[in-house]
């Protein structure tokens, strides 16, 4: 199993800051990597996909980079609705397998 | 509009059974591989099953041999057949669609259900 290890748990931004979230697989896979965004009592909400490919109307203040086995989420200029938690999921092979999570909150 | 919408959750005793079922609609449900992933309450996603367009099921060792996925193409229907359930199983199960495909899986989850609550306890 791949096991995925987000950084830091919690960051604490100030609206308007950049955020810069990070993932790492225990062995590479590719670019096959996913960041979603979950507030509380929703379900996920895709963000981004091969790693830096952002999903249908995603706005472009959230980014993407990496390959192999560090992969990092930027978002560069927080709005108020980006308060979540993000989670990134690797799809090498038929076994998913979700990070942990990292809450962004407000500082 | 997209949209999927779970249903069947419950309570249900340590041991037993329970079926849920995600009806989808707005997009050809045949052509898409669809996922399982469950959330215990304030932790992280788990996925627990797929369902590929070709019909294969795969499933992490957590639930191999205790939960079983399928489909019915023509109700565009997705179910998931929870079995030997423990404490552990409980959680929220979202249904979602693997709207996005590299390497020959699909396992980009596009769009997802709002979740039915599962809780295993005596």
């Known amino acids: 199993e791949i096991v995925m290890t987000q950084s830091p748990a919690t960051l604490s931004v100030s609206p308007g800051e950049r955020a810069t979230l990070s993932c790492r697989a225990s062995q590479s896979v590719s670019s096959n990597l996913a960041w979603y965004q979950q507030k509380p009592g929703q379900a996920p909400r895709l963000l981004i996909y091969?790693?830096?490919t952002r999903a249908t109307g995603i706005p472009a203040r959230f980014s993407g980079s990496g390959s192999g086995t560090e992969f990092t989420l930027t978002i560069s200029s927080l709005q108020s609705e980006d308060f979540a938690v993000y989670y990134c999921?690797?799809?090498?092979?038929?076994?998913?397998?979700f990070g942990q999570g990292t809450k962004v909150e407000i500082k | 509009e997209v949209q999927l919408l779970e249903s069947g959750g419950g309570l249900v005793q340590p041991g037993g059974s329970l079926r849920l079922s995600c009806a989808a609609s707005g997009f050809t449900f045949s052509s898409y591989d669809m996922h399982w992933v469950r959330q215990v309450t304030g932790k992280g996603l788990e996925w627990v099953s797929s369902?590929?367009?070709?019909?294969?099921?795969y499933y992490p060792d957590s639930v191999k041999g205790r939960f079983t996925i399928s489909r019915e193409v023509a109700k565009n229907s997705l179910y998931l057949q929870l079995s030997s359930l423990r404490a552990g199983d409980t959680a929220v199960y979202f249904c979602?669609?693997?709207?996005?495909?590299?390497?020959?899986?699909?396992?980009?989850?596009?769009?997802w259900g709002r979740g039915t609550t599962v809780t295993v306890s005596s």
């Open positions: 369902i590929f367009s070709s019909g294969y099921t």
């Open positions: 979602a669609r693997g709207g996005y495909c590299t390497g020959g899986t699909c396992s980009v989850m596009d769009v």
């Open positions: 091969g790693a830096s």
């Open positions: 999921q690797q799809y090498n092979n038929w076994a998913s397998t």
